[in-house]
C-alpha cells in the first residue's frame, strides 16, 4: 500500500505564490505518473497538473493553471510538487495528489489533501 502525504497548503493572497509537496511511501515512486487534483466547495474535483513517470517528460495542466503552475517530480526524495504562481481566488479549495502505478490507466492511491486558500 502507497501512502501519499500533501503539505505546503495555507492562506495566501491573491497574486502570491505557494508550493505543495506530496511525498509518496515505498520503493516504485520513480513507476507511478502523479498527478495533482483540486476540489472547491461545491464543486466536482478537477485535475490540475500530472506529470509521467520516470523522468517526468511529459506533463499536462489545465486550461485554468496553464503558465502559473509548474509540476515537477524528484525520485531520488519520492515526492512530487506543484509550484503555484500568480494564485487567484478562484485557485482556492483542497488539492491532493494522486498515484497511478505503471500499466494502470487510473489513479489509485490518494493522500489525504491540503488546503489552499486565496484571499482577494
Known amino acids: 500500500q502507497v501512502q501519499l502525504v500533501e503539505s505546503g497548503g495555507g492562506l495566501v493572497q491573491a497574486g502570491g505564490s505557494l508550493r505543495l509537496s506530496c511525498a509518496a511511501s515505498?520503493?516504485?515512486?520513480?513507476?507511478?505518473?502523479m498527478g495533482w487534483f483540486r476540489q472547491a466547495p461545491g464543486k466536482e474535483r478537477e485535475v490540475v497538473a500530472n506529470?509521467?513517470?520516470?523522468?517526468?517528460?511529459?506533463?499536462y495542466y489545465a486550461e485554468s493553471v496553464k503558465g502559473r503552475f509548474t509540476v515537477s517530480r524528484d525520485n531520488a526524495k519520492n515526492t512530487v510538487y506543484l509550484q503555484m504562481n500568480s494564485l487567484k481566488p478562484e485557485d482556492t479549495a483542497v488539492y491532493s495528489c494522486?498515484?497511478?502505478?505503471?500499466?494502470?490507466?487510473?489513479?489509485?492511491?490518494w493522500g489525504q489533501g491540503t488546503q489552499v486558500t486565496v484571499s482577494s
Open positions: 494522486a498515484a497511478s502505478p505503471q500499466g494502470r490507466n487510473q489513479y489509485v492511491y
Open positions: 515505498g520503493r516504485l515512486f520513480s513507476t507511478y505518473a
Open positions: 506529470i509521467s513517470c520516470w523522468s517526468g517528460g511529459t506533463t
